[in-house]
């Protein structure tokens, strides 16, 4: 018969584990603990861990972020939703893929403001939304039977779900406390429970999904700046027609220059911008490569206008035909970033 979880608080730091480890390895994990028996299995199986000197830590509070690093690893998980980039939550940062991977999941969400505040400890309500959706455990209909838990409570139904599911039953008192932090224990119990409730198999058999290309900013947000540019350049050019004093909307030889000087400008300023957001996004190893380069690309650009403008004598035919390829492959450049590190 399954051990069933009582209640209390809620939680920190969940790591990674070595596959192999037991519950047995930890000397504050006693046979006696109702968590036992998942602490051994999740252990075993490296989707969680514990931290120096053979211990769990049974007792502090699991955060954001580790529920979203140890489902990943139990689990395979489908993506139903385009990727919300969180403000804290940087490509650098230790569990980014496991967070966009659960966002994308549809089982973690962020807050309206922008921000994910990964190491925000996790309530027992909020854990019990979080694994119905991992799990997609259904209610049937039925109610749990928590005197602290009311109909109004945001995680009622998830509640019931997982009482249905024998994941959880009344402590002594008849309640659930949906409004305490989850420990570590209770978090590897309710974990292991609705694993076993649900249709995965026990042992994972699947690579942690990862986020193979770091996002860095909205396509969308890029390609409506490529466009202003362009849209800003037209207004200009029509500005320019219409002080044409023939009044034959002529763009003269000058104002041309001008043009080309105006767009390339706002292009390159956009695209050295990029540049910095990608590298500043990436590991300093990995930012080092790109920087050099994106620089060798800069400095390959600057002389084919100078061997242009020496060849050409100053002459504005050759030069306006060399900076319009410029733009041209400055804009493409933009394009290929946006595609590869956009989202």
Same mark, same amino acid.
């Given at each position: ?28 994990? *006693? ?169 995965? *198999?026990?042992? *994972? ?139």
């Amino acid at each position: 018969m399954r051990k069933l979880v009582t209640a209390t608080a809620l939680s920190a730091s969940l790591l990674f584990a070595p596959v192999g480890a037991s519950a047995a390895t930890f000397n504050d994990v *006693p046979s006696s603990l109702t968590a036992y028996e998942a602490i051994d299995h999740l252990s075993n199986k490296g989707v969680m861990s514990g931290y120096g000197g053979g211990q769990f830590q049974p007792n502090t509070y699991v955060q954001r972020q580790h529920i979203a690093a140890t489902i990943n690893r139990a689990i395979p998980v489908t993506y139903v939703r385009n990727a919300r980039h969180f403000k804290d939550v940087p490509p650098k940062h230790r569990n980014y893929s496991d967070i966009m991977v659960l966002q994308r999941a549809g089982v973690l969400n962020g807050m309206a403001n922008g921000y994910f505040k990964p190491a925000d400890y996790v309530t027992r309500g909020q854990m019990a939304i979080i694994l119905t959706k991992a799990f997609n455990l259904k209610n049937g209909g039925k109610r749990h039977a928590f005197k602290d838990v009311s109909p109004a409570h945001g995680a009622d139904g998830a509640i019931s779900s997982l009482y249905y599911n024998n994941v959880v039953r009344p402590d002594k008192n008849g309640n659930f406390k949906p409004n305490e932090r989850v420990t570590r224990a209770e978090y590897a119990d309710m974990l292991y429970r609705a694993w076993q409730a649900s249709d995965y *198999p026990m042992t *994972p058999r699947h690579e942690a999904k990862k986020v193979v290309e770091k996002s860095v900013f909205s396509r969308a947000d890029i390609n409506r700046e490529i466009h202003s540019i362009g849209q800003a350049v037209k207004r200009k050019e029509a500005a320019y027609k219409a002080e044409d004093p023939t009044g034959q909307g002529i763009v003269y030889g000058y104002q041309q220059d001008q043009l080309i000087g105006f767009e390339m400008e706002k292009v390159r300023k956009m695209r050295d911008r990029m540049a910095k957001q990608i590298a500043d996004a990436m590991a300093p190893s990995e930012a080092k490569t790109f920087n050099r380069q994106f620089q060798n690309y800069k400095a390959d650009q600057d002389r084919r206008y100078r061997k242009v403008y020496k060849d050409s004598g100053g002459l504005p035919y050759p030069i306006r035909n060399i900076e319009r390829k410029l733009i041209s492959e400055d804009r493409q450049k933009i394009k290929n970033w946006n595609n590869q590190y956009g989202y």
